[in-house]
């Protein structure tokens, strides 16, 4: 039997030829199929991981409702350290309140703070306080007085108006002693209300602000501990040797501003990297300030454990 002989019929050859064939053209397309996968694949990762990258830790919110009219004192746009927030959801106040009485305000009342501080203040309260949706104003800055910006438009109260009051010396412009002036009316209103009067007010009220706390970012987290907190931080602004010199920040444009005086900050880079709300307390004067923080010493116990 010859070579020949052992071979197989030459249509049998085609038949297994054309097998092979379609065996190889099915394999590379699916070595095709898989290979593109793949490629989608890696490049969705890639860009997701560069995604990842390039996207920023996000801050701790803070909340914004509608407000009055810009601080004389800009504050700077870099975040400042805040007083500490409750470090746990699960864990028990720092400073509970007694339990909630029966006139209590209620938590899902949005507007009902507003009712009731026309009734406890009278004309004064439409004179000082920001309303509708006072609540909102008064949970919203004391979160944020500790920040390095306190935005006008969250605050509870008017800001005075008016232009700071300066002095120009040979060391350049400083806060006028006529400046403090300005906060009588306000600073008066504040320390008028007798503090255990204020902290009876305020844990009828607690259940609405510490409802609107939660509403803000802050779920499982106690506004009276927060309260306590931020009283702490101020207390602890410092005592600058007064006057305190100031100086405009220079901003590039060919309009000249209308109100120039809301872009001084302090000349003290120290006394600029203060909290808004350390800040606040320095531009209304050492008189007052001592006033204002001798008022939340007596608040402070009234409503801390």
């Known amino acids: 039997m010859t070579e020949q002989d052992l071979r197989p019929p030459k249509q049998q050859r085609m038949r297994e030829q054309t097998s092979s064939n379609g065996t190889t053209k099915w394999l590379l397309i699916v070595l095709a199929i898989a290979a593109a996968g793949y490629a989608a694949w890696y490049a969705r990762e890639y860009w997701a991981a560069k995604s990842r990258a390039a996207t920023p830790a996000l801050e701790a919110p803070i909340s914004t409702p509608a407000s009055p009219a810009a601080p004389v004192v800009p504050e700077p ?146 506004f009276n501990d927060r309260l306590v907190a931020v009283i702490d931080h101020l207390l602890q602004t410092p005592e600058p040797q007064e006057p305190i010199a100031v100086q405009l920040v220079q901003v590039q444009g060919q309009v000249p501003s209308q109100q120039p005086w809301l872009r001084y900050e302090y000349a003290d880079p120290k006394l600029q990297s203060l909290s808004s709300g350390q800040k606040i307390l320095l531009r209304l004067g050492a008189t007052h300030r001592q006033r204002i923080q001798t008022y939340l010493q007596a608040l402070r116990a009234q409503i801390a454990a």
């Open 77 to 222: 746009a870099a975040a400042q350290p805040s007083a500490p927030l409750p470090a746990s959801q699960d864990a028990a106040p720092q400073h509970p309140l007694p339990a909630t009485t029966a006139d209590a305000i209620p938590a899902d009342d949005a507007q009902a703070l507003d009712r009731m501080a026309k009734d406890w203040l009278g004309s004064r309260a439409l004179k000082f306080l920001v309303m509708p949706g006072l609540a909102h104003h008064i949970v919203a800055t004391i979160d944020n007085l500790p920040r390095g910006h306190a935005a006008p438009r969250l605050w509870p109260v008017y800001p005075v108006g008016g232009q700071m009051q300066l002095t120009q010396g040979t060391q350049g412009m400083h806060i006028a002693s006529t400046n403090s002036a300005r906060y009588d009316a306000v600073v008066g209103f504040v320390t008028s209300i007798e503090p255990a009067q204020a902290a009876a007010w305020y844990r009828q009220a607690y259940p609405l602000l510490q409802q609107t706390y939660e509403g803000l970012g802050y779920p499982g987290q106690y």
